[in-house]
């Protein structure tokens, strides 16, 4: 059961959160941010992308350190499987997202988590991508993601927990809805 | 004289309403009983909108036992009944009779501006200058469309809940219907009762059982004290008025209405509508999350009204607890359907706001939403009325009428001052106190043409 007389200590300063949404709900602008990565082609289907600098709260902003990530295919793709596949990075931006929300939802909620873990799978079909079959998609078919979380609370509340941290994710939204994508080139 | 005589001078009163429906109404019979002097402009007869731009088989989401005004309450044969349009139509025209109250019927309200010490209130029957402005003309006036309905090709024939009558409006064919409020999940219905197919996009919603423990979900939430949950009491109170209305259908069957029973029905049941892009409709994947948010909720509701109801079933002659099933969702929901040769109209059930569009005063937010506190206007002396949850939960249900038009009445009859000072000062003519006298009668004329 969920102990209210304890403050749950998760990690996530809820204070802090809401009183960015109370005085964000009264500066729009500062609310609008941009997330930005840069990324190099190393060798073959190699690439390294780069996250540091973001724009937000009305200025621009850096990540206390940089971070690189290398992106390749496995060796049944005939490649050198120098990193993760770019779409299982897919599947890592949506579990660090939900999971962040569940943490967040349940601080909010005085709900003490003692483990959350994810496992998350996604469905596809290759012919997509390798042009096969023009009705079977590029992208997933579906994804799956299920969690085992260890918690003061009721089966019912880490259901509601799961269910709110979805209704207010990012990456959930990014990949269950369409979302405007405009790629550009130039020559150097 | 004619009362709908357009006036060459402007008459004044102390108080106008906006707006003759229950809520306009109901603020008459307190200003009455308060012996302030008033007027009500209703653009329409009494009732206009629940005349004009209601669906042929609309029924109220409560029953007739719950449907009251101050002074007046549902005295007919079937109190568990749900009334139509219409019937509510004639009770609140037999309410305006029986309250006497002071309604210009056929006046549309152009403008209202301030003016030292009040409004000016231009209508299309002349001009009226008060002290203090009740704003009660409803709060369903604008269907809300996403912008993308006008990208949507010509072919498909798009209408909001507002203008749909009955099915035989639409052209043969498939209809999207868009929207899982009460309005979207009973016109969903009675489309596919015509033998159209109908595909119904599903965002956010409220899922209810129509009865519970054999008592109707509308006695749980007025016994259980929920509708009159207080909105200062609600953690986030913009999402509290947000909410859409829940799934409820007034039928003499008092068959419940959710997604499991039009499924069973033949409706497809998509996600969210994002947008329609080369003519494909795209639906959101969080289909299965919007219906695993309602059951929760629902479920919370059903845990609160037990835990109520213990050590009171017997007295209320209660049935067992129960739990409905859980909502289904198909193994793989559709993401995207091509509007040609599968959709010929798109029914808007989306939402709809308030019109404030002649309200020329600074009290609007960024959104163009009307600035207020529990429906005090950050005006002198304006006030809201019938709002979504504006004071209770309750706050836009006919019997919610009743507990908010007594406090806002108190604070308005407060803010002006001893009830029959008037304010001269006000016209700089002597017109304004003939006029009164004589609109008295006038008044009760027009009442009385409403009764016919």
Redesign the interface.
Known sequence: MNMQSATAMNGVNVEALLGARAALSEA?QAARFKWRATSEWMHGTHARSTIDGYYGLGGEQKHRQPFQFDTDHPEIFAAEDMGATPVEYVLVGLAGCLTAGIAAVAQNRNIQLRSVKATLEAGMDIQGILGIDANVRNGF??IKVHYQIDADATP?QI??LV??S??RSAV??I????TDVHVTASKV | MSPHAVRRSAASVDVVIVGGGHCGLAMSHALTRHGVEHVVLERGAVANSWRTERWDSLRLLTPNWMTRLPGRAYGGPDPDGYMGAGEVADFLSGYAMQISAPVLTGTTVSKVSAISGGYRISTDRGEWHCRALVLASGAFSLPNVPPFASGIAQDVQQLSAHRYRHPGQLAEGGVLVVGASATGLQLAQEIRQSGRPVTLAVG?HVRMPRLYRGRDIQWWLLASGVLDQRIEEIDDAERARRLPSPQLVGTPERATLDLNALQRQGVSVV?RL??V?GGTA?F???LR??C??AD?KM??LLDAFDQWARGRGAACDLGTPERFAATEVDA?PTLSLSLAGNIRTVLWATGARPDYSWLDLPVFD?HGRLRHDRGVVDAPSLYVLGLPYLRRRKSSFIHGAEDDVREIAALLVAGLGAPGVQVKYLLGTGSGTNARGQSTFAWNHTASQARR
């Open positions: 729009p078919d579906g019912e259901a509601a269910a709110q979805q209704k959930f939204d990949v269950t809805n369409p | 956010e996600g994002m947008g892009r795209q959101s994947g969080s999350n919007v695993a948010l929760l479920n919370r793989s960024r």
